[in-house]
């Protein structure tokens, strides 16, 4: 069983900064890519960014240079640094990850919970 639980969200004046976390738990499992997503209401789900197990790393243009993806494979775990955040009133960030099930043979999508960020202005 896969599970990825993120954690980090909250409350934050404009400029300020959170950091996201990501655990991926399971056993026999080898984690591909792992990206984080935003949900605005009334928008549609959007990439943030996203990372490889080789880190090789992607940002969507509004997030570059202010938001950092990373991972630490030896623990399975994802991170989003955001800095300078902007104003918006709501919105959710939701983590996923390319998992290899080793003993199937087959890889899967899966998706955290999603952790509420709210930057008021």
């Known amino acids: 069983q896969v599970q990825l639980v993120e954690s980090g969200g909250g409350l934050v004046q404009p400029g300020g900064s959170l950091r996201l976390s990501c655990a991926v738990s399971g056993t026999g499992v080898s984690i591909n890519v792992m990206g984080w997503y935003r949900h605005t209401p009334g928008s549609q789900l959007e990439l943030v960014a996203d990372?490889?197990?080789?880190?090789?790393?992607n940002y969507s243009d509004y997030v570059k240079g202010r938001f950092t993806i990373a991972r630490d494979n030896a623990k399975n775990t994802g991170y989003l640094q955001m800095n300078s955040l902007n104003p918006a009133v709501l919105s959710f960030f939701f983590c996923?990850?390319?998992?290899?099930?080793?003993?199937?043979?087959?890889?899967?999508?899966?998706w955290g919970q999603g952790t509420q960020v709210t930057v008021p202005s």
């Open positions: 996923n990850a390319s998992v290899f099930i080793t003993s199937q043979g087959v890889k899967y999508d899966y």
């Open positions: 990372i490889t197990s080789d880190h090789q790393t």
